[in-house]
């Protein structure tokens, strides 16, 4: 291996969230795995073949280029595979070719499908999408009975395999009025699109919050994310979960793990500053490790003087600032340490564990962020 970190990939622990997943939702709704940002920074192609293996066989993701890397992941005729984002017009001839999904959610763009169906003689798989709050992409409802009539003329060329909505915000009660009247308007969607027979799409709504938070939105199928690789979009909608389930332990399992190895040790008199400028002062003889990490590596360079670390099991603490490539841990209270040992960044050693969302404790960084800037260039492991 040349890479200077890796990240493992639990594959029981992905076993267990998907078990998780399937059975909350049951046999009625469809479980649709999104992995975009290159499967919250777990590598797409990993887990969406370790996904397929526990039974998962429709994914979502944001734009073309992820969508080709999951086709070409698994090629198969019963996959689903929708993107949800962005998709440029000379990218579509080769969606609607390899029948994948696509949102699409202005007038240009569904025109643009139907010719480019008519033109291949193969018809365009689309998603609606409905714009019902959340001012992001998707139809004025008020346009919706014009866009069906456009639709019901041009059937012969597309199949409308979703009709769609996004909540802005389930995974805080400080939004519930919002999610409320978006869900509302969502419904009378479902009721005008349901008065056209040529009509049969799936209806969805919910991300990992949603299903959580509020189980009527999960209508036929869940648009999952956050939940599979182990994690509560947010404390208040674990502590819901919890509540309502009466239980106190998480019931999804972290399904990552970062890694890497101390690449020098040594010992710095008392009165001198570490690494650049002078953030570190030492008030003793301190002595470093030196980590082969930085935030090319996706660390954030906000973690200066304040990240933690194991090694040999002990918490200890990154000090001065983060380089781009390396960054220095205090090692002086620590058994010793030699080069070569593991450095655990995110994951368990011995009985101590470093979680994502502890990041959240000392910098103002989401689970989602942090591990989608996990650079696509780390080598991901499976392990059990
Ligand atoms: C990212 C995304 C999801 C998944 O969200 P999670 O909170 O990770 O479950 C669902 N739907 C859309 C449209 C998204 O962009």
Not at 140 to 147: G, H, L, M, V, W
Not at 329 to 349: H, M, N, P, R, Y
Not at 354 to 364: A, E, G, L, R
């Amino acid at each position: 291996m040349k890479h200077t970190s890796y990240i493992e990939i639990s594959e029981s622990a992905i076993k267990n969230n998907i078990t998780f997943i399937k059975e909350l939702l049951g046999e009625d709704v469809v479980f649709s795995s999104v992995v975009k940002g290159n499967a919250y920074g777990h590598g797409i192609e990993q887990y969406s073949k370790m996904a397929y293996k526990y039974g998962v066989t429709h994914f979502s993701v944001s734009d073309a280029h992820e969508a080709y890397k999951l086709k070409t992941t698994l090629p198969y005729e019963n996959v689903s595979i929708v993107i949800m984002g962005m998709i440029e017009n000379n990218q579509l001839e080769w969606a609607i070719q390899n029948n994948i999904e696509f949102y699409v959610f202005e007038k240009d763009r569904l025109q643009f499908a139907v010719e480019t169906a008519k033109k291949i003689g193969i018809k365009a798989q689309i998603h609606i999408e409905i714009e019902t709050g959340m001012n992001r992409t998707g139809f004025e409802t008020k346009n919706i009975r014009t866009i069906l009539e456009y639709v019901n003329k041009n059937k012969m060329h597309l199949n409308v395999k979703g009709v769609c909505s996004h909540l802005a915000g389930a995974e805080s009660i400080a939004n519930y009025k919002r999610v409320t009247d978006q869900t509302i308007k969502f419904k009378r969607i479902i009721n005008k699109v349901n008065s056209y027979d040529f009509l049969n799409p799936m209806f969805h709504l919910a991300s990992s919050s949603g299903t959580i938070r509020y189980p009527k939105t999960r209508l036929n199928l869940v648009r999952i994310g956050i939940l599979q690789f182990g994690f509560f979009p947010t404390k208040e909608i674990l502590v819901h979960y919890l509540t309502k389930n009466k239980q106190v332990e998480n019931p999804l399992q972290r399904v990552i793990s970062w890694k890497t190895k101390v690449m020098d040790v040594k010992t710095v008199k008392s009165g001198q500053f570490i690494g650049y400028g002078t953030s570190y002062f030492t008030n003793r003889e301190t002595k470093i490790a030196l980590i082969p990490i930085g935030y090319s590596s996706g660390y954030n360079r906000a973690l200066s003087n304040t990240g933690k670390v194991l090694i040999k099991g002990k918490r200890l603490d990154v000090i001065g600032t983060v380089n781009m490539n390396m960054m220095a841990v205090d090692i002086t209270f620590a058994d010793a340490i030699e080069k070569g040992d593991e450095v655990v960044l995110i994951g368990s050693q011995g009985d101590q564990e470093i979680t994502v969302s502890s990041f959240n404790d000392y910098i103002q960084v989401i689970n989602y962020e942090l591990l989608t800037k996990l650079p696509e260039n780390l080598p991901r492991v499976i392990t059990t």
